[in-house]
């Protein structure tokens, strides 16, 4: 019963900026890696960037320099920062973590998406 729950989208003007949660919960025993994704209309649904369960990041060539990812285990939830943002970048984002649950199982988990459009 594990599940991730996004919030933070929204609509922004170019070179604003937004910030993405995703709190994981249910039967938890540990979460290893997790990561946003994002797929705009048309288009194949891309790893925008990645975090490791001991903090080493990744992230996709087209924002770096303007997204951070970050983590807070105490709370099981996985942050994406988006600063200088541009209309490019509007899709919907999707968190995913790789979980451990108390069977222990390893899964790979999907959160609902959030919209986020930047636009004039």
């Known amino acids: 019963q594990v599940q991730l729950v996004e919030s933070g989208g929204g609509l922004v003007q170019p070179g604003g900026s937004l910030r993405l949660s995703c709190a994981a919960s249910?039967?938890?025993?540990?979460?290893?890696?997790m990561g946003w994704y994002r797929q705009a209309p048309g288009k194949e649904r891309e790893l925008v960037a990645h975090?490791?369960?001991?903090?080493?990041?990744n992230y996709v060539d087209s924002v770096k320099g303007r997204f951070t990812i970050s983590r807070d285990n105490a709370r099981n939830t996985v942050y994406l920062q988006m600063n200088s943002l541009k209309p490019e970048d509007t899709a919907v984002y999707y968190c995913?973590?790789?979980?451990?649950?108390?069977?222990?199982?390893?899964?790979?988990?999907w959160g609902q998406g959030t919209q986020v459009t930047v636009s004039s």
């Open positions: 975090i490791s369960s001991g903090g080493r990041t």
């Open positions: 995913n973590a790789a979980i451990i649950d108390s069977g222990p199982s390893l899964g790979r988990y």
């Open positions: 249910g039967s938890i025993f540990s979460i290893n890696a």
